[in-house]
């Protein structure tokens, strides 16, 4: 069994989700789909959309105060802001600079973490070495993402995401509770299956790659759905062995909002009954980075997770990143 040198908790939870609603009846209007299909393949309703004057780091800042006083701690006590996007404010500074800024938590460091819909797992993973190495003690780790600004709506892959930021407290924890184990894995040969082309230092942007719709994401669908539900299965095996237990041990599993169908068939893959997967895309769509806390915050707060809880964390995205995480809850 795995052991990080001091266990890690999660303390506090937040999450915010703009005001405006799309729903499914709207973007069949304008997109050659039903909102029978995307409802029956996506498990989505409808989705939140930001306003044009709110950015990433506005969903996420108002996600990371709730954290805070959720965790009964003040801004000044947190260490380090960690903040998981795949769209930040700016290629510079980091989002998490600018919501260090926003909620006046002078005292930490900040910076971003790039792994898209897997960003929330791999930026917990990063929080609890600093915490179990004894560097810092209480670390915030936000997920946040506005894909409607990368989305181009004539495109039939409008439907999967909506807008919403999500956050968490890590902190030191006794033996017997916190994070058991995590397994992260990486596979750059996926790269080109989901991507926004233009923007960095390969396209830059121009009035041509403006033209060619070249700043909005780009998704294979089918890779995304067949790569999701080969790879999660194996995240999910390998994690339960790194900490000693089976399927039949997992109280809820809390995982990425991708799509209804890719969860089922990834619950199926493990012997997982399906009740056990917690979900909610059916309000919020995809939101990326912010799947996972802004699910998390819902049923922490609803008083569905209970103290020894085993949860179950899951995710894949671009890149491909992919990987899982167990704790017991405290």
């Given at each position: 069994?795995?052991?990080?040198?001091?266990?890690?908790?999660?303390?506090?939870?937040?999450s915010?989700?703009?005001?405006?609603?799309?729903?499914?009846?709207?973007?069949s209007e304008?997109?050659?789909?039903?909102?029978?299909?995307?409802?029956?393949?996506?498990?989505?309703?409808?989705r939140?959309?930001?306003?044009e004057n709110?950015?990433t780091?506005?969903?996420?800042?108002?996600?990371?105060?709730?954290a805070i006083?959720?965790?009964?701690?003040?801004?000044?006590d947190?260490?380090?802001?960690i903040?998981a996007?795949?769209?930040?404010?700016?290629?510079?500074?980091?989002t998490?600079a600018?919501?260090?800024?926003?909620?006046?938590?002078?005292?930490?460091?900040?910076?971003?973490?790039?792994?898209?819909c897997?960003g929330?797992l791999?930026?917990?993973?990063?929080?609890?070495?600093?915490?179990?190495?004894?560097?810092?003690?209480?670390?915030?780790v936000?997920?946040a993402?506005?894909?409607?600004?990368?989305?181009?709506?004539?495109r039939?892959d409008a439907?999967?995401?909506?807008?919403?930021s999500?956050a968490a407290v890590l902190?030191?924890?006794?033996?017997?509770?916190?994070?058991?184990?995590?397994?992260?894995?990486?596979?750059?040969?996926?790269k080109?299956?989901?991507?926004?082309?233009?923007?960095?230092?390969e396209?830059?942007?121009?009035k041509?790659?403006?033209?060619n719709?070249l700043?909005?994401f780009?998704?294979?669908?089918?890779?995304?759905?067949e790569t999701?539900?080969?790879?999660?299965?194996?995240?999910?095996?390998?994690?339960?062995?790194d900490?000693?237990?089976?399927?039949?041990?997992?109280?809820?599993?809390?995982?990425?909002?991708?799509s209804?169908?890719?969860?089922?068939?990834?619950a199926?893959?493990?012997?997982?009954?399906?009740?056990?997967v917690?979900t909610n895309?059916?309000k919020?769509?995809?939101?990326?980075?912010?799947?996972?806390?802004?699910l998390?915050?819902?049923l922490?707060?609803?008083?569905?997770?209970?103290?020894?809880?085993i949860?179950?964390?899951?995710a894949?995205?671009?890149?491909w990143?992919?990987?899982?995480?167990?704790?017991k809850?405290?």
């Amino acid at each position: 069994m795995k052991q990080l040198v001091r266990n890690v908790k999660i303390i506090g939870t937040g999450s915010y989700t703009p005001e405006k609603i799309l729903t499914n009846e709207e973007l069949s209007e304008i997109l050659p789909t039903t909102p029978e299909w995307i409802e029956e393949n996506l498990g989505i309703k409808e989705r939140r959309i930001a306003s044009e004057n709110e950015f990433t780091s506005d969903l996420a800042a108002k996600a990371a105060l709730s954290a805070i006083q959720s965790a009964g701690l003040q801004k000044e006590d947190i260490d380090l802001i960690i903040v998981a996007t795949a769209t930040p404010d700016r290629l510079a500074p980091s989002t998490a600079a600018i919501v260090q800024d926003k909620i006046q938590a002078y005292n930490a460091v900040a910076f971003d973490i790039s792994a898209v819909c897997s960003g929330f797992l791999y930026a917990m993973s990063v929080a609890s070495q600093f915490i179990a190495s004894g560097v810092y003690d209480n670390v915030l780790v936000i997920g946040a993402d506005t894909f409607s600004k990368i989305t181009d709506w004539s495109r039939r892959d409008a439907v999967f995401f909506g807008d919403g930021s999500g956050a968490a407290v890590l902190s030191h924890a006794d033996e017997d509770n916190g994070f058991l184990a995590f397994k992260l894995y990486s596979d750059g040969r996926g790269k080109w299956n989901f991507t926004v082309p233009a923007g960095g230092s390969e396209i830059p942007a121009s009035k041509e790659s403006v033209e060619n719709n070249l700043h909005y994401f780009q998704m294979n669908g089918k890779a995304v759905y067949e790569t999701a539900t080969e790879v999660l299965p194996i995240a999910i095996q390998k994690v339960l062995e790194d900490s000693g237990l089976s399927v039949d041990d997992v109280d809820l599993m809390v995982p990425h909002q991708p799509s209804i169908r890719i969860l089922q068939k990834t619950a199926e893959k493990i012997g997982l009954p399906f009740s056990k997967v917690m979900t909610n895309m059916d309000k919020y769509a995809n939101t990326s980075g912010g799947t996972i806390p802004i699910l998390l915050d819902e049923l922490y707060r609803a008083g569905k997770i209970k103290k020894g809880n085993i949860i179950l964390f899951a995710a894949v995205g671009s890149g491909w990143t992919y990987g899982a995480a167990i704790i017991k809850w405290s």
